[in-house]
Nanobody
Framework: QVQLVESGGGLVQAGGSLRLSCTAS????????MGWFRQAPGKEREFVAA????????RYADSVKGRFTISRDIAKNTGYLQMDSLKPEDTAIYYC???????????????WGQGTQVTVSS
């Protein structure tokens, strides 16, 4: 069992940066794969990035490769999503999630945070 809380969302202009945080409690985050997903109004929740629980294996959606970076600080039990060169199409609610193996499918993740809004103005 793990509880997740996202923070760091906000309003930023196109080309700017934000760093989202995901703080875990209830069980050490190092025991889980961490995923980031996003959902815009009227659209399905989509995969953004994932980090395996061992050896730092990562996966990124094609739309964010080269702009977003997923990381984790095991000592702080916190995950991060660094978002650079933001575009208006990145506007969405961003969710962190956890599971016991690497996946890019939202339905595979049993543990979810409440989400944090990211809005990119043009």
């Amino acid at each position: 069992q793990v509880q997740l809380v996202e923070s760091g969302g906000g309003l930023v202009q196109a080309g700017g940066s934000l760093r989202l945080s995901c703080t875990a409690s209830g069980r050490t985050f190092s025991s889980y794969t961490m995923g980031w997903f996003r959902q815009a109004p009227g659209k399905e929740r989509e995969f953004v990035a994932a980090l395996s629980r061992s050896f730092g294996t990562t996966r990124y959606a094609d739309s964010v490769k080269g702009r977003f970076t997923i990381s984790r600080d095991i000592a702080k039990n916190t995950g991060y999503l660094q978002m650079d060169s933001l575009k208006p199409e990145d506007t969405a609610i961003y969710y962190c999630a956890a599971k016991t193996s690497l996946s890019t499918t939202p339905g595979d993740y049993p543990y979810w945070g409440q989400g944090t809004q990211v809005t990119v103005s043009s």
